[in-house]
């Protein structure tokens, strides 16, 4: 069985394949989502710590 | 005994679980990659094709693991609850806030690629059988949830009101885990049974455990970045966060 054969999903291809990329997708955004969020957080205390010293 | 009592309550700060979170998760998004990859090998070329379903059933590698998360996640954000609501530790709450997109995002999977196998298997995207509307209610418990934290200003105050709606929508998991046999629904009955009488080829099986690993691993990865931007946000104006972020920049 050849790697194609393998993932030749016959008559049920829209369904499987509409479950596994749908779920790769999101699987694959929240991470991207996650790291944008922790980054920008980080940035804002870096910029109120620059704020802060350019006060004093 | 008391030394293990002190080291729990140490991490209950989230200046010293912020850290700590950082580290595991990298950990996690590494033995969730590795699963979720064999998982998904196993799923197209080990596991065989099945002799009613033809290859539809594969979807159930994915559908039965994240609807497993979804229940999971909910009963832990739960019990972060109870325990933020009789300790009145912040973390706690941070914690439940922290996992609540990734339990909605697993509710989501569940009904869509539930939907997606009941068309070519039942010949229908959608009924209102008592498993899948108590699913569906379930995403609308951690929307509502989300929703409700995010619309309270005053921080102590939503971190105690979601954590009751949390508790309170907690009745539900019982009866999305136990529709199917209370009522009479189109969903069918469990196949992976407590008792050990898993009705299922031990190929397949072994397969969706291994998929429900690697996702579970996912949401712990998932969960410690959000809880560290989540500590991140709230504590923004404490010495240790900016002392934190001074010594990297």
């Known amino acids: ?56 | 005994m008391q030394n293990r009592l002190i080291n729990w309550f140490k991490f209950s700060s989230p200046a010293t679980f912020y850290p700590l979170a950082g580290r595991l998760a990298p950990i996690f998004w590494v033995v969730a990659v590795t699963l979720i990859a064999i998982g998904l090998y196993m799923s197209f070329f080990v596991a065989p094709v099945d002799y009613k379903q033809g290859d539809g059933y594969r979807i159930i590698f994915v559908h039965v693991p994240a609807s497993w998360m979804s229940m999971f996640i909910y009963l832990i954000m739960a019990g972060w609850s109870a325990i933020g609501l009789t300790f009145n530790t912040r973390l706690s709450f941070m914690m439940a806030q922290a996992l609540a997109p990734t339990g909605a995002l697993f509710a989501f999977i569940s009904l869509w690629t539930g939907s997606f196998w009941g068309k070519p298997m039942w010949g229908t995207w959608w009924v209102w059988d008592a498993r899948i509307t108590s699913e569906l209610i379930l995403l609308f418990l951690y929307l509502g949830y989300m929703a409700l934290v995010a619309a309270i200003d005053d921080r102590r105050r939503a971190d105690r009101a979601g954590a009751i709606l949390l508790l309170v929508g907690v009745v539900n998991i019982p009866i999305i885990y136990f529709s199917v046999k209370w009522w009479n629904t189109l969903h069918q009955g469990a196949t992976i049974r407590m008792n050990g009488q898993t009705s299922m080829d031990e190929t397949m099986l072994l397969t969706m455990l291994i998929m429900a690993l690697g996702f579970w691993a996912y949401s712990i990865a998932a969960a410690m970045v959000r809880v560290q931007s989540i500590i991140l946000e709230r504590e923004a104006g404490s010495t240790w966060a900016q002392d934190l972020i001074g010594e990297r920049a």
Not at chain 1, 25 to 54: F, H, Q, T, V, W
């Open chain 1, 1 to 56: 069985m050849s790697f194609l054969d393998a993932l030749d999903m016959g008559k049920y291809a829209l369904y499987v394949w509409g479950s596994f990329g749908v779920t790769a997708l999101c699987m694959i955004i929240e991470p991207l989502l996650l790291r944008g969020r922790l980054d920008k957080a980080r940035r804002r205390i870096a910029r109120l710590n620059r704020m802060e010293s350019n006060e004093q």
